[in-house]
C-alpha cells in the first residue's frame, strides 16, 4: 500500500502561486517504484491530469498549465511537489495526488485538496 497525503492548497487571487505537496508514505513500494502524477476535478467536470512525473524524472504537462506549473519530487522526503504560478479563476478544483507502481500498475489516490482561485 502506498498512502498519499496532499497539502497546501487554499484561496489565492488570480495571479498568484501556490505550491502543493504530496508526501507518500508505505512500506510495500520505495518511492523511487512510483511514477507520480498530479490530476483536478472541478464542479461538474471530469478529473484530468495535469501533470506526471516519472520515476525517471520524465515530466509531461497539460496544455492547459504549460510554462505556469512545474511538477518536481524529492526522494528523500518522500514528496512530490505541483508549483503553481500564475494562477487563473479556471484552476480552480480538487486536487489529486497519484501514484503508480512501476512494476505492477498498481495505482493510489491521495484524499485531495481544494484550490480556489478569485479573479
Known amino acids: 500500500q502506498v498512502q498519499l497525503v496532499e497539502s497546501g492548497g487554499g484561496l489565492v487571487q488570480a495571479g498568484g502561486s501556490l505550491r502543493l505537496s504530496c508526501a507518500a508514505s508505505?512500506?510495500?513500494?520505495?518511492?523511487?517504484?512510483?511514477?507520480l502524477a498530479w490530476y483536478r476535478q472541478a464542479p461538474g467536470a471530469q478529473r484530468e491530469s495535469v501533470a506526471t512525473i516519472s520515476s525517471s524524472r520524465v515530466i509531461n504537462y497539460a496544455d492547459s498549465v504549460k510554462g505556469r506549473f512545474t511538477i518536481s519530487r524529492d526522494g528523500a522526503k518522500n514528496t512530490a511537489y505541483l508549483q503553481m504560478n500564475s494562477l487563473k479563476p479556471e484552476d480552480t478544483a480538487v486536487y489529486y495526488c497519484?501514484?503508480?507502481?512501476?512494476?505492477?500498475?498498481?495505482?493510489?489516490w491521495g484524499q485531495g485538496t481544494h484550490v480556489t482561485v478569485s479573479s
Open positions: 497519484n501514484a503508480v507502481v512501476r512494476r505492477n500498475g498498481y495505482t493510489f
Open positions: 508505505g512500506s510495500t513500494y520505495r518511492f523511487n517504484e512510483l511514477n
